[in-house]
Every structure is written in structure tokens, then in C-alpha cells.
């Protein structure tokens, strides 16, 4: 989403509902990326995010209130479950966990755009047909007209 603002920015309903757990070897003490000091171990073999393993999950590297303008203080660091979970919408598939979060903050869920398919071959054919022309054709190649 490189020119369209990405929701997540504005939304955070992901990281004040669920648990945030993972594989422990994630953690920098385990040779990741996520800061250990703001996980909380939750078996021999996975960790969680702080303040997300409670009735009222909400994870300690979310900043800003839910629903408005947020960020993640850890984002460059954020463990798997965090890089892999997709926004409702995200290539025309509905997530039906996203549109939970964002519903227990009273947000609606986020509009689900349609791909067009268009074969491959039209395309190529669209291509072959168009007949170029312009500054570098003919008589004039090479020159600049104002």
C-alpha cells in the first residue's frame, strides 16, 4: 500500500484483542529480533507479547489509542504472528479475525476489494496492437519540440 494509507496505521484493534504469542527463539535471547524485555514466557517453547496474554489483551509496544492514529513501538522487531497477519481486504480475501478486533472497537470491518483476472494473453495482445508513436519516430527522432 504505497500510496494509499495503510488502515493498520489508524486502526490497532489486532494488537488490543489477541494474544501475541510465538515461537521463543523470535526473542533476542533466542538469536531474533524481538525485545525480550517486553515479552513474558508462556510454555518451555513460546513467549508472548506483554499484556497481551490477559481477559483484556492489550500489547505493551502499541502506542496510541486504538481506532486513531497508531504505531508500534517494536515494528521493525515485531514477531511472526505480527508480520503475517493480514488486514480484512488484503487481496480481495475477507479475514474474518480482523473484522472481530476491529468490531469489539466498534470499527467497521474493512471494505473487501475484487481483483480482476485478466488473462495474460490479452494483456500481451493489448500490447502487440498498440502502435507507437511520438518524439523518437520517424522524421523526427531525436529532436524536442515546445
Not at 533476542?28 to 508462556?42: A, F, K, Q, Y
Not at 478486533?101 to 500481451?124: F, K, M, N, Q
Amino acid at each position: 500500500m504505497s500510496e494509499i494509507q495503510n488502515p493498520c496505521t489508524s486502526c490497532g484493534a489486532c494488537c488490543g484483542y489477541f494474544r501475541v504469542s510465538f515461537y521463543w527463539a523470535e526473542a533476542e535471547d533466542g538469536g531474533g529480533n524481538v525485545p525480550v524485555s517486553i515479552t513474558e514466557p508462556l510454555t518451555p517453547f513460546l513467549r508472548c507479547m506483554q499484556g497481551t496474554n490477559s481477559g483484556s489483551p492489550h500489547c505493551l509496544a502499541l502506542q496510541g489509542e486504538i481506532g486513531q492514529a497508531v504505531s508500534c513501538s517494536i515494528y521493525h522487531n515485531r514477531p511472526s504472528p505480527c508480520r503475517e497477519f493480514e488486514q480484512s481486504g488484503e487481496n480481495g480475501q475477507r479475514n474474518e479475525a480482523c473484522d472481530r478486533a476491529r468490531e469489539r472497537y466498534g470499527l467497521p470491518p474493512l471494505p473487501v476489494l475484487l481483483l480482476l483476472s485478466i488473462p495474460d494473453t490479452i494483456i500481451a495482445e493489448e500490447i502487440s496492437a498498440v502502435h507507437l508513436t511520438g518524439c523518437h519516430s520517424g522524421a523526427e527522432q531525436g529532436t524536442i519540440a515546445h
